[in-house]
């Protein structure tokens, strides 16, 4: 308990960020997660189910998505990087955009009509609201969180405690539908509104969350631009010599097949195993495991280095999934455990790649001024490029549900007489469906461990380059101060 105290105390007494800035930060975080989740985890099974959106609709939606996100995010980050003036435009971004992501996130669960035609257009406009909105939010505050830590060896408690809310606000509508879901006791129309309605609670609850950090935090930069005649525009030239950072979007995009696995989910334990509730149940003790591997971070962070961090929790899961696959799904047992199992890493995880991509900024930084003698971050930019090729992985992803799901042969709610209707699956969708859970489990993890395995700003050579940039940045303030003078 006493180490507990101290933690705390440390995190409160955190020298770089003042502690209202933190709590803003940690409820910014919370919100935006608790809309994530609601509209990544469900929308999928809820226009397949209930709105009868078919495959090629849902393809067509979250490609064109995809492609505005791409052209928005690093339009953004330079927005961000481009304003020196102290005043910054990321807060003025995040209060525009959580209206909007809050209102698209609840609105996305409503059936508007009986014209599916209607439906169609109605998704399409409201999801491509959430993202747009969701990419101005998640750029400014991610920007703004590594402003805030120019200390890189805080960034690990930081960023745990960050991760804390980013679970808790994942967790909770994980757990409430499933639950709400299954007293329903099979009434079609009233499960429709049943997503409704804890969109809606969790929706609004998360607006509230995601304005606080509007009113608590300050805009600031760490380094203040060299007057230098020599000058490097904020192009992706500085971004392909940023080896961590690259190496860090190539897993995340491969580990979209692994959110392959977690958005087949849903199906599996409502269709396959005709046990929605033990979806609830399994996470419940998912998220305990994840919490043991997140409190650890800070300890087992001073043994592990972040990159580290990850591979191990890549692989561990890999083999839960290894075995899951061999086991198969007549004991309901084996399978709550080894997915519960598969997710103690993921909150330790997620944390740990926060810290790696703030530190990929110093990186750039060093490698800059290494390559053009003009030491330059650009935080806006690795953040837009970081959600740049999020989005990416999200098309990848849905591609891959979609596509599998159509493969087994998956039917969606039918109109008739101006009614959904629910579809019957067969039993080979059903064992399908199981195959959509195990083998994109297996794949999205030993790949992207293995790539991260080549990123080798860490250990002693992370020390080293941390020690020159310390010299580096130091000489840049002497030139500045001195010419301040003149």
């Known amino acids: 308990m006493g180490k507990f105290k101290d933690k705390l105390q440390k995190f409160m007494d955190n020298p770089d960020v003042a502690f209202k800035e933190q709590v803003g930060y940690v409820s910014g975080v919370f919100g935006n997660c608790m809309g994530q989740d609601s509209v990544s985890t469900y929308t999928d099974q809820f226009m397949y189910d209930y709105m009868g959106l078919k495959s090629s609709h849902m393809v067509a939606m979250k490609s064109t998505t995809t492609a505005a996100n791409i052209l928005i995010a690093p339009i ?242 890999a083999i839960c999934y290894i075995l899951l696959a061999i086991l198969g799904y007549k004991n309901l047992w084996i399978v709550g455990i080894l997915i519960a199992l598969g997710g103690l890493p993921n909150a330790g995880m997620s944390a740990a790649k926060r810290v790696l991509l703030a530190d990929s900024t110093d990186y750039m930084e060093w490698k800059s001024y290494q390559k053009y003698g003009v030491a330059q971050r650009n935080e806006g ?32 709610a039918q109109m008739i007489d101006g009614q959904m209707v629910e579809a019957v699956q067969t039993p080979e969708t059903l064992h399908g469906i199981f195959l959509l859970v195990a083998i994109p489990g297996i794949i999205g993890n030993l790949i992207p461990g293995i790539i991260m395995m080549f990123d080798n700003f860490t250990g002693k050579r992370k020390e080293k380059i941390m020690a020159e940039l310390e010299v580096i940045r130091a000489e840049a303030k002497a030139k500045l101060e001195t010419a301040e003078e003149i």
Not at 382 to 402: G, Y
């Open 381 to 412: 930019m690795v953040f837009a490029f970081s959600t740049m090729m999020s989005r990416i992985a999200d098309l990848w992803k849905e591609l891959l549900v979609n596509g599998g799901l159509a493969l087994i042969g998956y039917q969606s």
């Open 76 to 317: 953004v980050g330079a927005m961000l990087d481009n304003n020196h003036s102290g005043k910054g435009n990321a807060k003025r971004f995040m209060m525009a955009s959580a209206i909007p992501f809050t209102l698209a996130s609840v609105l996305l669960f409503v059936v508007p009509s009986g014209s599916l035609m209607f439906n169609v257009i109605w998704s399409f406009v409201l999801y491509l609201t959430f993202n747009i909105a969701d990419t101005f939010y998640d750029v400014a505050l991610s920007t703004l969180s590594v402003r805030m830590t120019p200390n890189a060896k805080s960034r690990k408690n930081f960023y745990t405690v960050a991760q804390v809310a980013s679970t808790l606000g994942s967790m909770f509508p994980g757990w409430l539908v499933p639950i709400i879901i299954e007293a329903r006791d099979g009434d079609y129309n009233s499960e429709k509104w049943a997503f409704f309605s804890v969109a809606l609670l969790f929706g609004f609850l998360g607006l509230f969350s995601m304005l606080v950090p509007c009113m608590t935090l300050k805009e600031r930069n760490i380094v203040l631009p060299p007057r230098e005649d020599k000058k490097i525009k904020i192009d992706y030239k500085l971004i392909l010599l940023n080896r961590p950072l690259l190496l860090l979007c190539l897993a995340n995009c491969i580990e979209s097949i692994r959110r392959v696995c977690y958005n087949s989910l849903p199906f599996f334990y409502k269709q396959t195993l005709n046990k929605y509730g033990m979806k609830t149940y399994v996470e419940m003790g998912s998220t305990a495991l994840s919490y043991t591997g997140l409190f650890s971070v800070p300890f087992i962070g001073k043994k592990l280095s972040s990159r580290d961090i990850v591979v191990a929790g890549y692989m561990h899961t």
